[in-house]
């Protein structure tokens, strides 16, 4: 075939993206238990600093609306390109759809 390995390439492609994908949920839900960790321990404290708790708050939201669109969009587009990828071992093998 004319392309020899592009599928092949192209699917270690994806998995690479799959494997940063998840990496990028790991890291986000690190840094929220982190944060959540931070808040905790000022909230515990006989004065807590009103402003830090503010500020470690505005640090909750962004990250969990970023994993919500992680994994409701993105990862349905995600499923979506790796499951057609196999399109291009159809083309390879002169299998056409």
């Not at 092949?8 to 494997?19: D, G, L, P, S």
């Not at 790991?26 to 830090?52: C, H, I, M, S, T």
């Not at 939201?61 to 993105?74: F, H, N, Q, T, Y």
Request: with cysteine; glycine share 4%; hydrophobic share 40%.
């Amino acid at each position: 075939m004319l392309a020899e390995g592009l599928y092949r390439t192209c699917k270690a492609r994806v998995a690479e993206i799959q494997t940063t994908y998840d990496d990028l949920l790991r890291q986000l839900d690190d840094y929220l238990a982190f944060v959540e960790g931070e808040v905790q321990a000022e909230q515990v404290k006989p004065e807590p600093d009103r402003n830090k708790l503010m500020a470690l708050q505005s640090q909750l939201k962004g990250p969990a609306r970023m994993r919500e669109d992680l994994e409701s969009v993105i990862l349905d587009d995600l499923i979506r390109f790796a499951d057609r990828v196999i399109r291009i071992k159809h083309w390879e093998d002169g299998v056409f759809l």
